[in-house]
T-cell receptor, first 111, second 113 residues
């Protein structure tokens, strides 16, 4: 089973601050990487996908990928209370859309 | 937008019952997946399918089977439900190819008593 590791424990950030989430993965063949947001009691929804080294920005979200170091991160700028959720990192080590998921990072934005 | 529909939001079944969880997607996606999600364990893949009548085991297939008779529909079957199968079950679909993200249904919370 391919491993995807995310920081343990909830992340509390004040409203307006930057939330930073990290994810490391064990398999070097992974070529596609995804971040999902999951609200309590809801299903995961895709917020970012990244395939090349470097940064990808979408609104207040920035994904950063470093394949050599095998990590992918997510920055949430100007954090809002509506960003309070669990964020799941997913990678594609099997090359066939069979994603491997991390266990998630809970983010709590404090007004 | 992709729509993945799971037939039940909440389900309560008794130990030993045969349980069917249905999932339908409306975007002509080739790939369909069944996960279960439990606190502290994350998302775990049960079964997946890349084509009609095709299925492959995921990480935790024991106690489950699947059926894909039509491209848009992927069913998860609990042959004889047990209390340790109480969980949130999530269906997902994706386009063919290697880099397509998964799109999830709303989930079915199954309780086995």
């Amino acid at each position: 089973q391919k491993e995807v590791e995310q920081n343990s424990g909830p992340l509390s950030v004040p409203e307006g601050a930057i939330a930073s989430l990290n994810c490391t993965y064990s398999d070097r063949v992974s070529q596609s990487f995804f971040w999902y947001r999951q609200y309590s009691g809801k299903s995961p929804e895709l917020i970012m996908s990244i395939y090349s080294n470097g940064d990808k920005e979408d609104g207040r979200f920035t994904a950063q990928l470093n394949k050599a170091s095998q990590y992918v991160s997510l920055l949430i700028r100007d954090s809002q209370p509506s960003d309070s959720a669990t964020y799941l990192c997913a990678v594609n080590p099997y090359g066939n859309n069979r994603l491997a998921f991390g266990k998630g990072n809970q983010v709590v934005v404090i007004p | 937008d992709v729509k993945v529909t799971q037939s039940s939001r909440y389900l309560v079944k008794r130990t030993g019952e045969k349980v069917f969880l249905e999932c339908v997607q409306d975007m002509d996606h080739e790939n369909m997946f069944w996960y279960r999600q439990d606190p502290g364990l994350g998302l775990r893949l049960i079964y997946f399918s890349y084509d009609v009548k095709m299925k492959e085991k995921g990480d935790i297939p024991e106690g489950y089977s699947v059926s894909r008779e039509k491209k848009e529909r992927f069913s998860l079957i609990l042959e004889s439900a047990s209390t340790n199968q109480t969980s949130m079950y999530l269906c997902a679909s994706s386009l063919g190819g290697t880099d397509s993200p998964l799109h999830f249904g709303n989930g079915t919370r199954l309780t086995v008593t």
